[in-house]
């Protein structure tokens, strides 16, 4: 019996109607494995994961496959999204035991969830020296059958590999100036200078280490850390892995030249870029920074936002090609020369087909193209550019789209919040603000319950059963102290020390390490620990970072310590990697800089209290924290933000404050002065 139709992951709900006698991750399948002396088969991805899909149709739907299946294994699908801890507990398993990871992950457990096989997409028949998925299910049927001892030998010694496996970190102590210059160098070495990113194919959008770059330069003026960060952003923007129609990045290119995405948009990505190129806008103020910006955040409100008004996980990979009919990867995002001669025209068609690189060749598949804004293509007025793109996009809009997965993750929208409300403030786009506080507003109501606990996870305003992990505090906490900042209402700076404080008693160990599950969460056969980003930041080290900001408006000690802390894995990881710690590099840089508090006295009515407000947004001191608001009482009373408090109008005007290392500048009224006593690169 198939038991995922009353789930509320879409994925799981993907996988409802397949002939596998599928269960949901419980502690009722493996008593069923128990009773029946048959080992796991644990199943792990997500919704928008074209392989996922690929093995799923060749093998899920296959009835002689799920037939084996029914009979020689309990079967286990997992969401990887709702539940991240189950994914890192076996695909470190899988990494460790093969040498690479990835999804589909297929992994063979015993009842007492001991891994002892692994795998990745398994195809129907031995393909590039990959045994098929029969091959695989008899092969291991039969060890379990015929060399038990052996399988439980296998077992206990993954589990015992995994248990030793902890991050001695602390022997590093609070990374200093010489760290974010040691990995800058290793970054340097890494760096393509071609085609811009670090790296080889296939090539991922280096979102936190942009961040790192970014706040590098403000701190100190490296300006080769700018280059960097300026030429990846153009060299995305300009690929295929941006969709130049609609906005939005794909999760990576399978190439080196950012041409071919693989096509799925996530909602993480999304917002860690769209917040990306509004700092590198803040910086340089380049126009292309402002424009992908401002058409990333315009997707992801008009494409992943829902009715509830958080924001949708992701848009799948595949979609229904018109011409067959099957689901393929792609189809409704590449064209030919033909296409757009048919929707624009010959005249307006071969000058998009220079204009994006359309080519009779193709860059993708089948003569396909991704579309491109490849340099030194056709001059154009921005009327007529923006006329075509309008007509390409109202045509896409006819063919099938690809499909969506609705639930809402807190940590991504955490990240959305942030996005919006920055670039809302930077781009005076109030709608960008309120759809910020909207998905603010979702998270508090519906996945904070009445101790301040997250749930990871709702669907159409229905919360998930899957208790938050440590990336879901730390980034729901960077935006609610992000949309506190831009807004200047501290019932959201409130909300974000519930956050930080459950960080403190749930997910910190002794020594001052965190873990990616709370205390008191289901106990895996590892409690995950994981400083090092992935796709999005670390729960490690963006706990970190709202720790660091919490402590800087609010002057607690035990949140600042809490902080330093827990960044001492960046002193032992920064040098030698760099890309996968670049979250932490950044809020180092913040830490070294101070941060700076920054506070705005006024009127909020009061257009001179707004341009200091202002001023202070688009001051880009690493990780410097604003409250805006009402001034504070000359008894230093605190009301919605303690860094107002005694904070009092000078010349009765609106003033501005700015601290840093306990050392305080001289007040200001003057906007000019504030972006000054703002400005990078001071000692």
Request: with cysteine; aromatic share 8%.
């Amino acid at each position: 019996m198939n038991r995922l139709a009353d789930e509320t992951s879409p994925y799981l709900l993907q996988h409802a109607d397949n002939p596998v006698d599928w269960w949901p991750w419980s502690p009722e399948a493996f008593a069923a494995a128990r009773e029946r002396g048959v080992p796991v088969l644990l199943s792990v991805g997500y919704s928008s994961c074209h392989w996922c899909h690929v093995m799923a149709h060749e093998s899920f739907e296959d009835e002689l496959s799920a037939a084996y299946m029914n009979e020689h294994f309990v079967n286990i699908k997992v969401d990887r999204e709702e539940r991240p801890d189950i994914d890192a507990v076996y695909m470190e398993a899988v990494q460790a035991a093969t040498g690479q990871g990835g999804w589909p992950m297929t992994v063979f457990l015993n009842a007492e969830a001991e891994p002892f096989y692994f795998g990745t997409y398994f195809p129907p028949e031995p393909r590039h020296g990959m045994p098929s998925f029969t091959q695989v299910l008899e092969g291991v049927r039969a060890a379990w059958v015929g060399r038990p001892e052996e399988v439980a030998e296998v077992a206990r010694r993954i589990v015992g590999d995994l248990a030793g496996r902890k991050l001695d970190y602390g022997k590093a102590g609070l990374p200093g100036a010489e760290v974010p210059g040691q990995a800058l160098l290793r970054l340097t070495r890494e760096y393509d200078e071609a085609h811009g990113g670090f790296g080889g194919a296939p090539k991922f959008p280096p979102s936190m280490v942009i961040e790192f770059l970014l706040r590098h330069h403000a701190r100190t003026g490296a300006e080769g850390a700018l280059e960097m960060a300026e030429r990846t952003c153009e060299a995305m923007a300009r690929g295929g892995i941006y969709d130049q129609l609609g906005g939005g990045f794909a999760r990576y290119a399978v190439d080196r030249e950012w041409v071919v995405p693989h096509f799925e948009k996530m909602l993480y990505d999304n917002a860690l870029l769209c917040r990306a190129y509004a700092h590198l806008w803040r910086t340089t103020g380049s126009a292309l920074a402002r424009r992908v910006a401002l058409e990333t955040a315009d997707f992801m409100v008009r494409e992943l936002r829902t009715r509830e008004g958080g924001f949708a996980s992701a848009l799948d990979a595949d979609s229904e090609d018109p011409a067959t009919g099957e689901h393929v990867e792609g189809a409704y995002y590449a064209w030919t020369p033909a296409q757009l001669i048919e929707v624009l025209g010959a005249a307006d068609g071969e000058f998009a087909a220079a204009l994006f690189g359309v080519t009779e060749e193709g860059t993708f598949e089948h003569g396909t193209s991704v579309l491109q804004l490849p340099a030194g293509g056709p001059a154009a007025d921005d009327d007529r550019v923006a006329g075509i793109k309008a007509r390409l996009l109202a045509a896409r809009a006819q063919r099938p789209a690809p499909g969506r997965d609705d639930k809402v993750v807190a940590a991504w929208n955490g990240l959305a919040v942030a996005a919006l409300a920055e670039c809302g403030a930077y781009f005076d786009r109030p709608d960008l603000v309120e759809r910020a506080t909207e998905a603010a507003d979702l998270l508090v109501r519906v996945h904070m319950d009445g101790r301040a606990r997250l749930a990871r996870t709702s669907k159409d305003g229905t919360v998930g059963v899957n208790a938050g992990v440590l990336e879901d505090y730390g980034d729901v906490a960077e935006g609610f102290l992000a949309l506190a900042a831009v807004t200047g209402e501290g019932v959201w700076l409130e909300f974000a020390g519930f956050l930080v404080d459950l960080v403190l008693d749930r997910f910190t160990a002794e020594d001052g390490s965190l873990y990616d599950t709370a205390h008191d969460a289901e106990q895996l056969i590892r409690r995950p620990q994981d400083p090092t980003d992935s796709a999005a930041p670390s729960g490690w080290t963006a706990a970190a970072g709202a720790l660091l900001s919490y402590a800087a408006h609010t002057g607690s000690e035990a949140h600042r310590t809490a902080a330093e802390r827990a960044l001492g894995v960046v002193g032992a990881l920064g040098p030698r990697a760099p890309r996968f710690i670049g979250q932490g590099l950044a809020v180092v840089e913040a830490l070294l800089d101070g941060p700076r508090e920054v506070a705005v006295a006024g009127h909020p009515e009061d257009p001179a209290t707004a341009a200091l407000h202002r001023a202070a947004l688009l001051g880009a001191a690493p990780g410097a924290v604003v409250a805006a608001g009402l001034p504070g009482k000359a008894d230093g009373s605190v009301g919605e933000f303690p860094l107002l408090a005694g904070r009092t109008l000078v010349g009765d005007l609106p003033t501005a404050y700015v601290c840093r290392h306990f050392v305080c500048a001289l007040p200001t009224t003057d906007p000019a002065e504030l972006a000054d006593q703002l400005a990078t690169a001071r000692p």
